[in-house]
């Protein structure tokens, strides 16, 4: 069968463009022939892309996949073509997150949310990557629906964890605000009034120039040189941050699956996180998710875990195992099943 | 701190989490300080945060709105040589009329940010005249529901998945978890839930009216209203009803557990915010609703009817 892949934009390290490229591996590896197509291709992906507007010259193919994550020219595109057509959704923030930072962001995310509705309306299947996301497309009137996590390597666990004092926390992920950084410098500053010398490490480039700037200036203001933007980091210099945290720690307003919880689990590093959208589910228990974030609660959270040993060892037990539930084996099996029975319909 | 050595990882960590909200809880409630320094960061965040991102506290938007109404104009006067003279004035009078229009606009805004503030204070004084602020901390919340309750609520209720809103320490879901029904309870407070967690009871942490509202469509069989529909006003009691008939799937049991008014405690019926309704008010409600209800007598001091609706 031939596969026309799609996504918005394919990038190296965005956790979406990591399992395009991974799934379309796995398509190709089902004995299916697969052309990749983006409206944006990283320089470093140039190979392995073609323009999504070069569709027609390359022929017709038996099935349409869409990697629906934003608004995107690709989805007007998909809506006018009459092949069979999977969705593979990994969600859309809510505009409303970005308006007040970057008007046009929302709007964008606004346009993705209209498209996901008339995609819904003509896809026949939908595989969502958590049952969160599976219930937006449920909601939207779908009816055949796959779950299957994101397929990502997570790090390897390192040969020995010690717990530092002063401690290290990490959070990875893109400077935006439906990710609430400034929540996790709020709460730095309270616990450096207790822990002087911990400091927060935020890997991820920025979204937002505007919230960007503002972050450095909530950093300098209450808690000067608790923070380190590190910006977008090679997978080693990844692995090593993950080698180097003492916790965890996501405060995100909105997440559809949130791969570096994952990831940090895997590397062994205890995950406190905030109750919201796809986070609890990710963490499946095996992590602390906490109702409140405001600073108080979450400083109680990180303290009882670099002070409690035995929860420690029981995080780390619990989450690896956690982890190995959403490894690159289990993830592949799951999409395996899915996509058998997508193009056993579609044939 | 707990011991581990019954528990498995997964009940280990979620009694963990129980007891860091409710140790931040009783740290809240023992040290001011701690509060106010955390509206202090929040603070230092909406200095910095576009109008809109940081939340809709009342008080932090009045600050924003106050410090925004100012605009200041500060136009560059001067001049190069030459038609100095000319420019000077023509830049001049430009800058004299921008300050006129500014100076009239910041009186504007500023007044209007002024009046927000005295409304803000009037509604303050309004709501401590009404017992709407902190009146609550001067009774204790209402008793939980006894063994008999429990009981009685069992015998209207057979299916789940089913949820208890103000569950407290979780007598009501030990009783229908004791059933073999699938039960989660939800309460304000995290202290109160502490002992049921460590009990092995799934209690959370959130509040009631929320977790009611995120519940998906008929997503369950079973819900239990107790605790903060004691003082809930008749159009709040309408609109929870009205939820709650939602929440619950085609068959689905609506139990409400709340005293009658009328049979209050003098102090109690004085302090407590909300007068509430009695249970054959909630079951009227519910009929409204389209259930068919049944009242079951109790011998509980403080409930001495439990009302449940069944919706078709």
């Known amino acids: 069968m031939l596969i026309h892949h799609y996504t918005a934009t394919l990038s190296p390290r965005d956790a979406v463009g990591v399992h395009t490229l991974a799934l379309d591996a796995l398509l190709n590896e089902l004995g299916h022939e697969t052309q990749l197509f983006a409206a944006s291709i990283h320089p470093e992906l140039r190979g392995r892309a073609r323009d999504f507007q070069d569709q027609d010259r390359v022929g017709t193919p038996d099935l349409l996949l869409y990697q629906a994550s934003t608004g995107s020219p690709v989805a007007d595109h998909l809506l006018r073509r009459p092949e069979p057509l999977v969705l593979n959704y990994h969600n859309l923030t809510p505009a409303d997150h970005f308006d007040p930072w970057e008007a046009h ?5 606004d346009a993705g949310r209209r498209q996901l509705a008339r995609l819904a309306r003509r896809a026949g299947h939908g595989v969502a990557d958590s049952r969160y996301n599976a219930e937006e497309l449920a909601a939207l009137g779908m009816e055949r629906l796959w779950v299957a996590p994101v397929l990502f390597d997570p790090p390897p666990l390192p040969a020995q964890r010690v717990t530092r004092d002063p401690p290290t ?6 400077l935006a605000p439906n990710k609430a950084q400034q929540d996790l410098i709020s709460m730095m500053a309270l616990l450096r009034e207790r822990r002087p010398g911990a400091r927060l490490i935020l890997v991820g480039t920025a979204s937002s120039a505007r919230y960007e700037t503002a972050l450095r200036t909530l950093a300098d203001t209450v808690c000067p040189d608790g923070v380190e933007f590190v910006g977008s980091v090679d997978q080693a210099s990844l692995i090593e941050w993950y080698g180097r945290a003492d916790a965890f720690v996501c405060l995100s307003e909105h997440e559809g699956f949130c791969v570096p919880v994952i990831e940090a689990m895997a590397a062994g590093v205890p995950v406190i996180a905030f109750d919201a959208a796809a986070v609890p589910e990710t963490v499946g228990g095996a992590g602390i998710v906490l109702d409140d974030k405001r600073p108080a609660v979450v400083v109680g959270a990180i303290e009882r875990v670099l002070d409690d040993a035995e929860l420690r060892e029981q995080m780390m037990i619990a989450g690896q195992e956690r982890a190995r539930s959403f490894g690159p084996e289990a993830a592949r099996r799951q999409h395996r099943d899915a996509f058998e029975a997508i193009l056993g319909d579609v044939a | 701190m707990t011991d581990p050595s019954n528990l498995d990882a997964a009940a280990y960590i979620a009694l963990a989490r ?25 603070r230092a965040w909406v200095d910095v945060a576009p109008p809109g991102a940081a939340g809709e506290q009342r008080e932090l938007l009045l600050d924003r709105a106050e410090r925004l109404s100012m605009i200041d104009v500060d136009a560059p006067i001067g001049s190069r040589p030459g038609v100095r003279h000319v420019k000077g004035a023509i830049r001049k009078g430009t800058y004299w009329y921008l300050r ?3 100076d009239q606009m910041n009186a504007l805004t500023n007044v209007l940010v002024r009046l927000l503030r005295r409304l803000d204070d009037r509604l303050t004084e309004v709501e401590g005249t009404f017992g709407l602020g902190d009146a609550d901390a001067l009774i204790d919340p209402p008793a939980q529901p006894s063994r008999a309750v429990s009981q009685a609520i069992a015998t209207v209720v057979n299916e789940g998945p089913a949820v208890v809103l103000s569950c407290g320490e979780g007598s009501v879901v030990a ?9 989660v309870g939800v309460d304000r407070d995290p202290l109160r839930i502490l002992e049921g967690v460590k009990s092995g009871l799934d209690l959370r942490v959130g509040d009631p009216r929320r977790h009611l509202g995120d519940l998906a469509e008929h997503s369950i069989r079973t819900l239990v209203l107790v605790g903060f529909v004691e003082d809930l006003a008749p159009a709040a009691a309408w609109n929870l009803v009205m939820e709650a008939r939602t929440a619950v799937s085609a068959g689905g049991v609506v139990v409400v557990v709340a005293s009658d008014p009328a049979e209050r405690e003098p102090v109690e ?5 909300g007068r509430g309704l009695a249970p054959v008010t909630w079951a009227h409600l519910l009929e409204r609703a389209g259930a068919e209800t049944q009242q079951l007598e109790v011998n509980d001091p403080r409930y001495r009817t439990v009302v449940s609706g069944r919706f078709g």
């Open chain 2, 269 to 273: 019926r004085d302090l407590r915010q």
């Open chain 1, 105 to 109: 962001v929302g709007a964008e995310l």
């Open chain 2, 18 to 42: 129980a007891e860091i909200e409710a140790d931040a809880e009783r740290l809240r409630r023992q040290d001011p300080e701690l509060a106010r320094r955390e509206r202090e960061l929040e």
């Open chain 2, 100 to 102: 006129y229009v500014t």
């Open chain 2, 175 to 183: 009783a229908l978890q004791d059933r073999g029904l699938s039960v």
């Open chain 1, 169 to 174: 926390l990490l959070f990875v992920g893109r």
